[in-house]
C-alpha cells in the first residue's frame, strides 16, 4: 500500500504553481501594456505546467508531462496569433496602452480617467564639452626645423 | 508495466477520487475563527499582497523599498518553510533555489516599469520552473520549455517591444489599473488555493493530513505500481524520459497529436493574415482612396 503523502515535494510544488499563478493573475489584472499583460498570461500557464509536472512525478506517470507538452504547442500559438492582434492594436492606436480601448467596456461601467499627471522622465546628464568638429586642441609648436 | 495506463475515468471509478457534486464545506468551525495561530497563513499573504501592490507602478511613487522589504521577506519565509519537517538534502536545496528564482522573477515580472525588463526577467521565470521540472524528473519538457518560451516567445515579444518602445514614462507602463484590488484578489485567491492544497480540515486536500488521510489507491493501482519503487519508497517513473514520453503521447494521445499539428498550421496562418496589411488586399479600395 503506497499512501501518497509518502512524496513530500508534491505540496510545495504545488504551492510554487499557485504563487505563479496568482502573481500572474495580479499582472494580468493590474499591468495596462498588452505586452506585459499576455507575458503575465504565460506565467500562469507556467504556474500551471508545474502543477502538472508534480502531478506527474506523484502519480507515477507521464500522463501530466504529455499534458504539458500539448500545452507547450498551445502557448506557442496563443502567442503567434497574440503578437499578430497586439501589432495591429498598436497600429491603429499608436500605444500599447490597454486604456485607449476602453470604449469597448460595457455601458454602466465609468470611463477610467487617469488624473496623477506623469513622473517627468528622468534628467539626463550633461552631454562632456568638445572641441568643435574641425579646430582641433591648440598643438604645441614643433622646435626642430628644417 | 505500461507507464500511462492510469487514467482518470478509471480511478474515479474505483472511488479513488472524491466524487463530483459532493456540497463543498470550507468553514474555520474547530476554532479557527478564534484561533490566531489558524489565521497566520492568511495575514502573511495578505500582508505579502500589500507589499506587492507598494511594488506596483504608479505616477505618484510610493515607499518601493518597503514593498522589496515585505515582498522578499515573504519570499524567504516562503523558500524556509518548504524545508519543514524533512531532512535536508541537495534535492530539496535544487527546489528551494529554483522555485525562489521563479518567484523572485515573477515578481520582477509584475512590478517592472520598464516592459524589456519585465520580459527579461520573465526568461528568469522560465529557468526556475524549467530547473523544477529537472528535479521533477522530466529533462524533456525542461530543455522544450527553455526552448519554445525563452528561445522563441520572449524574442519575439522583446522584437515588438522594440518596435513599439517609447522613451521615458508613458501610460501603458508607468500606470496601474486598480493596483490594490488586483493584488488583493490575488492574495485572497493564494490563500485559498494554499488552504486547500495543504488545509488541515478540508477534506478535498490532496495530500492529506492526520485528520483525513488521503485517499487510498486501488488495488489494481496498488498491484501495478508495486515494484515500481525507487529508493526513496516512491512511485520510479522512467529514466529514458524522452523515449517513453513519445511513446506515452503516440499511444494515448495520437488524435491529440494531429490535433496539436492542425492548431500550429492555423495559427501560423492566421497570424500572417491578421497581421498584414489590409491595404494591400483590396487594390480597388485603395485606388478609391487615390482618387
Known sequence: MIPPSDYPGLSQHLLVGAVLFCLGLVGFLARRNMILAFLNAELMVQGVALNFVAFSRYRGNLEGQSFVLFLLTVAACEAAIAMALILVLYKNRGTLDVSVWQELREDSLDAVEDTDPLPLPAAQAPMPPLPTAGLGPQQPEELSRV | MDPGSICAGELLKEGFMPPI??????????????????????????????????????????????????????????????????????????????????????????????????????????????????????????????????????????????????????????????????????????????????????????????????????????????????????????????????????????IGVELAGVLLVVATVAAIVIAQRHTANFPAESSEVKA
Do not use: W
Not at chain 2, 26 to 49: C, D, I, K, W, Y
Not at chain 2, 65 to 92: H, K, N, P, Q, W
Not at chain 2, 167 to 196: C, K
Open chain 2, 21 to 254: 457534486g459532493q456540497p463543498f464545506s470550507f468553514s474555520f468551525a474547530e476554532g479557527g475563527m478564534n484561533n490566531p495561530v489558524a489565521l497566520l497563513p492568511l495575514g502573511a499573504v495578505l500582508a505579502a499582497a500589500f507589499g506587492l501592490f507598494l511594488l506596483l507602478p504608479s505616477p505618484k511613487g510610493g515607499p518601493r523599498f518597503l514593498g522589496y522589504l515585505i515582498v522578499i521577506g515573504a519570499l524567504v519565509a516562503f523558500v524556509a518553510s518548504m524545508a519543514r519537517g524533512t531532512a535536508f538534502s541537495i534535492e530539496l536545496l535544487l527546489q528551494q533555489i529554483f522555485s525562489a528564482a521563479a518567484i523572485l522573477g515573477a515578481v520582477f515580472l509584475v512590478t517592472q516599469a520598464n516592459p524589456a525588463r519585465a520580459a527579461l526577467s520573465f526568461t528568469l521565470v522560465v529557468l526556475g520552473t524549467s530547473g523544477l521540472f529537472l528535479t521533477l524528473g522530466a529533462p524533456f519538457l525542461a530543455a522544450a520549455n527553455v526552448i519554445v518560451y525563452a528561445g522563441a516567445i520572449i524574442v519575439t515579444f522583446l522584437f515588438v517591444l522594440m518596435l513599439a518602445q517609447q522613451d521615458g514614462p508613458s501610460d501603458s507602463s508607468s500606470r496601474s489599473r486598480d493596483p490594490f484590488m488586483a493584488s488583493l484578489t490575488g492574495g485572497l485567491l493564494l490563500f485559498v488555493i494554499a488552504h486547500t492544497v495543504t488545509g488541515d480540515r478540508d477534506r478535498f486536500s490532496v495530500v492529506g493530513n492526520q485528520s483525513n488521510p488521503a485517499p487510498v489507491m486501488p488495488a489494481r493501482v496498488v498491484e501495478e505500481q508495486s515494484g515500481r519503487l525507487d529508493a526513496t519508497g516512491r512511485l520510479a517513473i522512467p529514466a529514458e524520459n524522452t523515449a517513453f514520453l513519445g511513446a506515452d503521447i503516440y499511444r494515448h494521445f495520437l
